[in-house]
């Protein structure tokens, strides 16, 4: 079967709620995101777990993908740790609220982007590879 690659665009609360089942478990090194507050774009890249894969009995896989944020005036952060390229955060979810969108990691750790009308695109920038770890969500 042929590999796909992801290019998504979104503005909408539905299209947010993709992004959000998209990048479930997406691992996130601190060092690979960035603020630039003259253009108004938060970029992140993360080794997102491949749940389209698994839905395709195609196995555990990841693929490297980036998401960048437009419209976005200001970052602000909660329980982030220090700055060092080996801290690597673990996404659980998003919440788009009217004014700004929360990015929700594990260790309570929280990024919100403000701004009007945010929107996003990620797109997938490699190959997905094998893995031999999962997910695991206990109730």
């Not at 080794?47 to 555990?60: D, T, V």
């Not at 602000?76 to 801290?87: A, Q, V």
């Amino acid at each position: 079967m042929e590999f796909k690659k992801i290019h998504l665009y979104g503005s909408d609360i539905e299209d947010y709620e993709v992004l959000s089942s998209l990048i479930q478990d997406a691992a996130i090194p601190t060092s690979e995101m960035k603020f630039d507050k003259v253009e108004k774009q938060f970029f992140l890249v993360c080794s997102r777990f491949s749940w389209e894969s698994r839905l395709q009995n195609k196995g555990n896989k990841r693929i490297v993908s980036g998401i960048c944020f437009d419209n976005v005036i200001e970052v602000k952060k909660k329980n982030f740790p220090s700055f060092n390229s080996e801290n690597i955060l673990n996404f659980l979810t998003l919440k788009k609220v009217t004014g700004f969108i929360e990015l929700i990691f594990s260790n309570n750790i929280l990024i919100k982007l403000v701004g009007n009308n945010i929107s996003f695109r990620i797109d997938d920038l490699n190959k997905e590879w094998p893995t031999i770890f999962s997910p695991n969500h206990k109730n």
